[in-house]
């Protein structure tokens, strides 16, 4: 570059370098107007003859501004009485701009081709574009409310146009129609059997509900409306396992081949699933299933504390007739226990205290029995009845007993002795003992029936 002079500023011979090629020549004045009116920037890269690179317009310019102080510095040289000999200056042969890329021109019969075949490419992609965009409707059908329609396009999205099938039940309010309906683009034939999940269907009986149905998935839906029960006689809102088989599939019209034009459908589908058979949806179910799951409880709890008063009552039943007998016994013993010569004086009282005392109690007492396992059958409780027919037999039996030990002090003619007394006494012990061995084991066998029932 030692050849190159920089102090010339009107020369014409900058070259300003462009991605396509190259602009000039201009002096430096005309570039630094350029770079003045925002034409250029300082960054912009120009090239003069004697110089073996390009370099930036600012490197340049700072030069162009050292020029004055390079020029005194020749004219000392120039007044020095001896100046030494300076090294030739070597020569520099003329070159030219750097060659750059040049923008290639078309010929006309590109351009033209172009003309067409940008058209198609638009017109393709444009189609293609069109088919890819989410597309899922499904018409409202007849028994479909205006609810169920919309839950149906809110909880279903095109997912692809090759998704698989995987099925949303929706139910209309009676519960007559059954809709399976998936985002897939399958036509397919469908067979579907239903079971009901055990404690898991909206009612308060303990029942179980299965039934078998079948029909055509077409246009995202399965129409469900004919019902082969097997147990039971409809559907009972609730939860449901599902057994579903579709056959025989099919791309369900003509953008699901044509997006899927190196692909076929699966032929079979087989799954099962837990679906739940309600018109107001899963959430509205969930609520409902856990408010009568807890109604369920404490139903149960209700009936478990009436079961236990229950067995309670009844234990307490015989041990007052327990209690009787023994009263019964004792007031024998002691009439007889008195002086031989006043038996049948004594007789008529005894007799009178037994009927106002016991007789009318065992009377009362198998009443209200009666009474209370009445009250118990018309609250479903009629499996009680047998426990009714066991106190009232066994009230009975120790009145009867009762009173023919009564007769046969009456019937008594002659004047009885100690010893006869004593006779008496051992026979009453031993009607009255086999009584109470006869209600202890229907105590023990009331104690073993409530362990079994609870």
């Known amino acids: 570059m030692s050849n190159f002079e920089w102090t010339d500023k009107d020369s014409v011979k900058w070259f300003i370098l462009m991605p396509g090629g190259h602009e000039g020549p201009y002096s430096l004045e005309k570039l630094m107007t350029l770079l003045e009116r925002k034409k250029i920037s300082h960054e912009v890269k120009i090239w003069a003859e004697g110089l073996t690179e390009a370099i930036s317009l600012k490197i340049v310019l700072e030069r162009s501004y050292e020029l004055p102080q390079v020029e005194k510095e020749i004219e000392k040289i120039e007044q020095t009485e001896t100046i030494d000999e300076l090294p030739p200056i070597p020569e520099v042969e003329e070159t030219s701009p750097p060659d750059l890329p040049v923008e290639k021109k078309l010929r006309p019969f590109q351009v033209s081709g172009l003309k067409f075949l940008i058209p198609f490419i638009v017109l393709i992609g444009g189609t293609f574009l069109f088919l890819r965009k989410d597309q899922f409707s499904i018409p409202r059908l007849s028994k ?3 609810e169920i329609h919309e839950r149906i396009l809110k909880e279903n999205e095109f997912e692809g146009w090759s998704k698989n099938i995987f ?3 929706y139910l209309p309010l009676d519960h007559s129609h059954i809709w399976l309906v998936t985002s897939g683009y399958q036509k397919c034939e469908v067979e579907a059997s239903f079971t009901s999940i055990i404690d898991k269907l909206l009612t308060f009986k303990e029942e179980k509900i299965s039934f ?4 055509s ?4 839906v399965v129409e469900l409306s004919s019902f082969d029960f097997i147990q039971g006689n409809k559907i009972v809102p609730g939860l449901y ?3 579903i088989k579709a056959t025989a599939c099919t791309w369900d019209g003509v953008k699901p081949k044509v997006m899927n034009f190196f692909k076929e459908p699966e032929k079979e589908y087989i799954g099962r699933i ?11 179910y969930n609520l409902a299933i856990e408010n009568l ?9 209700r009936a478990k504390s009436q079961e236990t008063l229950f067995w309670q009552d009844l234990t307490q039943k015989f041990q007052t007739l327990e209690a009787i007998s023994l009263q019964i016994e004792q007031h024998l013993l002691d009439f007889l226990e008195r002086e031989p010569k006043s038996f049948k004086r004594n007789t008529k009282t005894m007799v009178e205290g037994y009927s106002k005392k016991f007789g009318s109690f065992l009377t009362s007492f198998v009443v209200e029995n009666k009474n209370y396992f009445k009250n118990l059958d018309e609250k479903g409780s009629s499996r009680k009845r047998n426990y009714e027919l066991m106190v009232r037999l066994t009230s009975k039996k120790i009145g009867l007993e009762s009173m023919k030990l009564i007769e046969e002090f009456l019937s008594v003619k002659k004047t009885l002795s100690r010893k006869d007394l004593t006779t008496f006494s051992r026979k009453v012990r031993k009607k009255f003992s086999d009584l109470k061995i006869e209600i202890s084991e229907k105590l023990i066998q009331i104690s073993k029936d409530q362990e079994i029932r609870e």
């Not at 078998?212 to 029909?215: E, V």
């Not at 998935?217 to 995202?220: E, I, K, P």
């Open 144 to 146: 479909m409310s205006l």
């Open 167 to 169: 099925f949303r039940e």
């Open 212 to 215: 078998k149905t079948k029909g």
């Open 217 to 220: 998935l077409s246009g995202h």
């Open 241 to 243: 396992e599902m057994d």
């Open 274 to 284: 837990k679906v739940i058979l309600f018109s107001k949806g899963a959430i509205q």
């Open 293 to 301: 799951l807890r109604k369920k409880v404490e139903l149960k709890e």
